[in-house]
């Protein structure tokens, strides 16, 4: 059956319009007249830039140039194009050329082109540059790739090129063709009818002289150009007539190239070894005149994975490595705090003593509940609540339960506190990352990690996570770590006093053949168990050992075993595929229950290789998320992960492979329990390479399959992830990650499909997640200055000077808009200001989206229950006027306070150089004002101070910081 909305249908009307054909002189570029480069713009100083795209289809012919498999456009086609540029700069000569990497042009794919020509040198010559990269670059995160290189002249040595008129020479001998394109297509060209035109060939000791003709078909192409790419190319294929080796050559570099002639549909060519690896090509038209010279092109072989590789080149392969970044220690912040730190624990605890001996002051409490007592009674609310994990170094599954539970509880305590909306939670661990080389992970604080990433992911700017050693500079640290770090860098790591903040870098991969051979599976004779053996991923997995890498023997796991859906017919296939497959139901967090599965392995097949994908999903925001749910589910992940570590310890394993998830590395919204959980395999995977053991914890994103951290979610919540840069992958890229990963000796790898350009703007500092920072070239980065988040109040700016109507008006739309964004419509005009957010499909975790949306516009921090509390758009709308447009200010006041909003987020920003001259226009408009005294004392004061005391005094004054 289908699930109907429980809201009425919601009717939008699309009409297709024509799109006119665009004249790109209108923007200031001018037409190339070139097949493939079709638009040139000069640039200063002389530069010329040309533009160009290419598809399979796009030229024609292209998609008949295929080597190994793989379109690529040939070497003949850059000479073409860059003698076409050439002339359009003065030049008529290629001087040099070498090429650094193919442009393979992928099925369905479009390609963009780029050739930049610099300025004449002082001899003359001009550098040029060919790149390319996929034309949907921005949404993949693609980069150009740099495909030649080389200098163009122009010819003023007089000399006039040979002709070919005695042809066929006297004394050559002809050369047998007739099974020549057999044995060319044989050695990997597999070439069209277009590029097959080697007529005829005589031999005359080291020299060749061939005829080529382009097919019929193909002659009203050559006028285009100013030699028809596949007619050059086939001129070259005489010289595989000296390399009688099995593979493919092609060009790598030419020097001396010019034109003659233009539009030769039929050529002579004569070709002469000068080395064993170049030739000398001149080139003249079906009369002998000359078309065209070739100095000397070397050729080189080419391997298929070379081919496949550059196919790939230019878009990120989606696997990437979490690095610890050292972030510079912001020496010179005014740290001190006005209020003690609320310290939640024990007085004599390691880590109070730690922070009293580095100079903090602090005030302990007990617990949460503790510090809730105080409060009632009058306490100062402090600006930093801090809660120490202790580490344990304890590898009992119970230990991670119980760790997970108690920062659980302290989190939801703390948030539930509407005493403590403006403080923040400093969580403490030791040893749950490894920050550096050389540090030991501890797995029963791990997951506090993820759990924590979740928690900041929902309320944003409130908890801070840092992982501290136990060295007294690293304790003293602290302080300015958290006054200038504590928005932009909500987690960070402190290795002898210096700072660290994780971010994900794109892996460095091998070359596809290199991976191959080195990937760590197992010997087809032996085991390889999986568990989750029977649901999406493992299904895939399965498939993929069998068909890939040979796996005779399967042991599939899960728990319902061979009653799950699909049980039988995934044996029936892997069966007929080759594979002895068991599909048994285990519950793998069980020990003894595994322990007998393990036992039960034929020592014929000894087990050899473990694939953990088993798994659950119990989702909720982290204040309403229960104890049981967190347990429930790390049994599946944690609990069987460590059972199967300890019980294969004396197991030869060659591949201990965990199925981890990127929601406990960016923090997935809801997620608190997965991300803790996978956050757990993760550390195992450290733990197990540190000791030696082959590990690879692979945190997976979003797969295109019914399975996952997405098979849950509904439209809204894929939208939702999608708006955090996530996009499904699909199967077949999610396997080759699966491989690359295995081939590198990594024990953590992150494979997802990541969006940088559809990242959405986060009131996190600098509006992405931390984490995902250098992955997105060119980000704005904002710095908390003492603590203290620099908010723009953009909503307050734009009801300035508004009357209450105008007012109202606007903050209704801002609200449906919100709400339209969260829900995935297009327009706000699809929202009922009238209707209630739950009949509108607002669940928990769209409510905590909504809320941050709203507080990242506003400046507020408006609770999670606000719309709860305000049901519909109209009701959250006037709720909005109150907070933002308290009734004592009146219509004037705005203005002027929207624009202090933007001086405080402007002062904020100030490096100290820019400055000078600012304190001293700041203190005669205070003066003006009247709040300053203008005795001789004050302005003596004043006149003598230094800028950074001067800023001091304002900061006092106006509660600027």
């Known amino acids: 059956h289908t699930d109907l909305p429980t809201y009425p249908f919601q009717h939008q009307s699309y009409w297709l319009h024509h799109a006119p054909a665009t004249d790109v002189t209108t923007a200031g570029i001018t037409p190339s007249h070139h097949p493939i480069l079709t638009a040139t713009i000069e640039l200063p100083e002389g530069t010329q830039l040309f533009t160009g795209r290419l598809t399979q289809n796009s030229p024609s012919w292209l998609a008949e140039h295929a080597v190994h498999d793989t379109v690529v456009l040939p070497g003949t086609a850059f000479i073409d194009l860059l003698l076409h540029a050439a002339e359009q700069v003065g030049c008529d000569r290629i001087e040099e050329l070498t090429h650094h990497s193919f442009l393979a042009v992928p099925d369905q794919e479009a390609r963009q082109l780029r050739v930049v020509i610099s300025a004449a040198d002082a001899e003359g010559l001009r550098s040029f540059d060919v790149h390319s990269r996929p034309e949907n670059a921005a949404a993949e995160g693609a980069e150009w790739t740099h495909h030649a290189s080389g200098h163009l002249s122009a010819d003023r040595s007089g000399r006039a090129p040979r002709e070919l008129t005695a042809w066929p020479p006297a004394g050559a001998l002809p050369v047998d063709l007739a099974e020549f394109y057999d044995r060319f297509t044989a050695r990997g060209y597999h070439y069209g009818s277009a590029f097959q035109s080697f007529r005829a060939a005589w031999r005359q000791g080291d020299t060749i002289y061939a005829e080529i003709a382009l097919p019929d078909e193909v002659h009203s192409d050559a006028a285009t150009y100013g030699i028809h790419p596949a007619l050059l190319d086939a001129a070259l294929h005489p010289l595989m007539l000296w390399f009688e080796e099995h593979g493919v050559r092609l060009p790598f570099s030419w020097n001396g190239v010019a034109l003659h002639s233009f539009g030769a549909t039929r050529l002579r060519v004569k070709l002469t070894r000068s080395t064993q690896d170049a030739v000398t090509l001149e080139i003249a038209d079906a009369t002998g005149m000359p078309v065209a010279t070739i100095d000397s092109l070397t050729m080189r072989p080419v391997s298929a994975e070379q081919l496949a590789a ?104 703390f948030l539930s506190d509407d005493r403590l909306a403006s403080a923040r939670l400093v969580v403490l661990t030791g040893g749950a990352v490894t920050a550096r080389d050389g540090d030991a992970v501890d797995l029963a604080t791990a997951p506090v990690c993820g759990l924590i990433r979740s928690a900041q992911s929902e309320q944003p700017g409130r908890i801070v996570l840092i992982d501290v050693d136990d060295k007294p500079d690293s304790y003293r640290a602290l302080p300015d770590a958290l006054a200038a770090f504590s928005v932009s860098e909500p987690h960070l790591a402190v290795r002898d006093g210096q700072l660290y903040a994780p971010r994900l870098a794109e892996a460095v991969l091998p070359d596809r053949g290199e991976a191959a051979g080195t990937t760590r599976l197992p010997d087809p004779d032996g085991t390889i168990l999986i568990t989750g053996g029977t649901g999406a991923l493992g299904a895939l997995v399965a498939r993929h050992l069998v068909t890939e890498y040979g796996a005779q023997h399967l042991l599939l796991t899960s728990r319902r075993g061979p009653q799950a859906p699909g049980a039988t017919e995934l044996a029936d296939e892997l069966t007929a595929l080759g594979a002895q497959v068991t599909i048994t139901a285990c519950d793998t967090a069980d020990r003894d229950a595994l322990a007998v599965l393990l036992a039960a392995v034929p020592g014929e097949h000894p ?11 119990d989702d909720a925001t982290i204040t309403s998320l229960t104890p049981d749910q967190l347990s429930a589910v790390l049994r599946p992940k944690a609990d069987a992960a460590w059972h199967l570590h300890e019980l294969t310890l004396d197991t030869d394993l060659s591949a201990f492979v965990l199925f981890s998830s990127i929601a406990g590395v960016i923090g997935s919204a809801g997620q608190a329990t997965y991300a803790a959980a996978n956050t757990y395999l993760d550390a195992l995977a450290q733990h197990r390479h540190t000791n030696g053991l082959p590990a690879t914890s692979v945190a997976w994103g979003l797969w295109d399959t019914e399975a996952g951290m997405g098979s849950a979610l509904d439209a809204t919540g894929q939208a939702r992830l999608a708006r955090t840069g996530l996009v499904p992958m699909p199967s077949e890229q999610g396997l080759r990650l699966f491989d690359l990963a295995l081939s590198l000796d990594d024990a953590f790898m992150v494979a997802a499909k990541i969006n940088t350009a559809g990242l959405v703007t986060r009131d996190d500092g600098d509006g992405l997640p931390a984490v995902l920072r250098r992955l997105v070239r060119g980000s704005a980065r904002r710095t908390a200055r003492a603590g203290t988040a620099v908010v723009t109040n953009a909503l307050a700016k734009a009801l300035a000077g508004r009357s209450e109507e105008e007012q109202a008006v606007l903050l209704l739309e801002h609200v449906r808009t919100q709400v339209a964004a969260v829900l995935g419509h297009n327009s706000p005009g699809t929202i009922d200001a009238d209707r209630g957010f739950l009949e509108m499909g607002i669940d928990s975790l769209t409510a905590v989206e909504l809320r941050n949306n709203l507080n990242s516009g506003s400046g507020l921090r408006l609770p999670a229950t606000v719309l709860f509390d305000y049901p519909t758009p109209a009701a959250l709308a006037a709720h909005l006027r109150t907070e933002v447009v308290p009734e004592e200010s009146s219509s004037v006041d705005l203005p002027v306070m929207a624009e202090l909003d933007r001086i405080e987020s402007d002062l904020a920003a100030l490096v100290p150089d820019a400055r000078t001259g600012l304190a001293a226009r700041l203190k005669e408009v205070l003066l003006k004002l009247g709040e300053l005294d203008d005795s001789t004392d004050t302005a003596e004061k004043l006149d003598s101070a230094t800028d950074d005391e001067i800023f001091d005094f304002i900061d006092k004054e106006l509660g600027i910081s």
Do not use: F, M
């Open 310 to 413: 550059a196919a790939r080149s230019g878009r990120r392969d989606s696997l990437y490595r979490l690095e610890w970044t050292e972030v510079p220690s912001p020496a010179g912040e005014d740290a001190a705090p006005t209020v003690p730190w609320a310290v939640l624990g024990a007085e004599d605890s390691e880590a109070t003593a730690a922070l009293v001996a580095s100079g903090v002051a602090v005030r302990v409490y007990d617990g949460p509940a503790a510090l809730s007592a105080a409060l009632a009674e009058g306490a100062d609310v402090a600006e930093l609540v801090v809660t120490a994990v202790a580490r344990t170094d304890s590898t009992d599954p119970a230990r991670v339960h119980a760790v997970g539970q108690d920062v659980l509880r302290t989190v939801q305590e």
């Open 607 to 617: 087990l050899t290789a473990v694939i953990h994908t088993a798994g659950i999903l």
